[in-house]
């Protein structure tokens, strides 16, 4: 089975080439239309960057997409979950600061700013899916609630994930603290010079598996769940996570969890991935580093693995920017994401959703 991906460029030449009329186009191309029904609630699921990062997907390109959500007679809301680690968008009073202060809200993008997990990361629904490493996952209470959804995404390198696009938006971004925690497998790690003794981790540890002791805290491995509440209630930044995990069954949990994120909405969703900007890091990081290769457009799909495969094969197809973080594979053809974070394993988010029903690798690429 072949599934479209539509795609237009980064050229332009007059006003009907502009980015906005060529998402206009995209939505049409792509049947967005028929995913978005009258009366619905659509979820437009962002990532609306760390404070200090500045190559999250631009308001401005997100307006048409409300716009033509609102004329079928949907109501839109921009959407995004907290993040495991501390920053500017680790509970819902601060993303929203930090999603306001990026240009997301009524003013810019038009539509109103949800986030999806809640105020502490806490509201989510738990989704059957019975596969390898998970047979329930937690999706956000928004997300899940949600009658249809539009998932767009800033196609980036990513370390340990090679790439970040529709599927990792989908796993990653759709799932509450707790859910991303799942997917790294990992347990905290804790660094004494930086503790004040605040007590925050262990008064927060459901698990009880923290104890402060003036400036020094220990860890019970034995009882500790992994859920990176005491991450997140570390403003010292004390307590860290181990994130180089074993890569091919992180991503393959990622991608277990993006299949719960659709689960229930068949034919609802809808994913734009911008490929500008394209630098070797996650939106969430609080810098944007020089992109690897030159802009090239943005994409448009129903199926989530063939617009990441096409992405993928578009930055391949590049020549690499000198002035950038890419160490090798600077040449047209060669794998820009292994040459810039070698130990990464991307292709298993594409080979591992093809093989559960997430999507199809096997594409055909449509220019608009």
Request: proline content about 4%; charged content about 20%; some cysteine.
């Amino acid at each position: 089975m072949v599934n479209d991906v539509y795609f237009a460029s980064v050229r332009a030449r007059s006003d009907k080439e502009n980015k906005q009329n060529k998402i206009r186009k995209l939505f049409e191309a792509a049947g967005f239309d028929k995913v978005i029904r009258n009366g619905d609630i659509t979820a437009i699921k962002l990532h609306f960057g760390e404070q200090g990062n500045d190559s999250f997907v631009n308001p401005i390109l997100v307006r048409p997409l409300v716009e033509r959500v609102r004329q079928i007679g949907s109501k839109p809301f921009l959407t995004d979950t907290n993040t495991l680690y501390g920053g500017s968008r680790a509970n819902a009073v601060d993303h929203l600061q930090t999603a306001a202060e990026h240009g997301f809200g009524y003013t810019v993008a038009g539509a109103p700013v949800i986030i999806a997990d809640g105020l502490h990361s806490e509201n989510y629904r738990e989704v059957e899916i019975s596969q390898k490493h998970f047979q329930i996952v937690k999706i956000a209470g928004e997300v899940a609630a949600a009658d249809s959804m539009i998932v767009v995404s800033h196609f980036k390198a990513h370390l340990p994930a090679g790439f970040g696009g529709a599927v990792k938006n989908l796993g990653m971004g759709c799932a509450p603290a707790l859910g991303k925690a799942e997917q790294h497998s990992a347990k905290p790690v804790f660094n004494a010079e930086l503790c004040i003794g605040c007590q925050a981790c262990q008064e927060n540890c459901p698990n009880s598996a923290i104890t402060v002791q003036k400036r020094i805290s220990a860890i019970d491995y034995n009882i500790c769940s992994g859920c990176g509440k005491c991450l997140r209630v570390c403003e010292p930044h004390a307590i860290d996570f181990n994130w180089f995990v074993e890569v091919r069954p992180f991503l393959e949990r990622i991608v277990e969890y993006a299949l719960g994120a659709v689960t229930g909405k068949k034919g609802r969703v809808g994913f734009v991935n911008v490929l500008l900007n394209i630098t070797p890091d996650c939106d969430c990081v609080p810098w944007s580093d020089a992109p690897l290769v030159p802009d090239i457009g943005i994409l448009a799909s129903q199926d989530p693995v063939a617009i990441d495969q096409a992405s993928v094969d578009l930055v391949n197809g590049q020549t690499g920017l000198e002035n950038s973080l890419l160490q090798k594979n600077h040449e047209h053809g060669k794998d820009k994401f292994l040459g810039v974070w070698e130990s990464t394993l991307g292709n298993v988010q594409l080979d591992y959703g093809d093989e559960i029903g997430l999507g199809r690798k096997k594409y055909r690429l449509i220019e608009v």
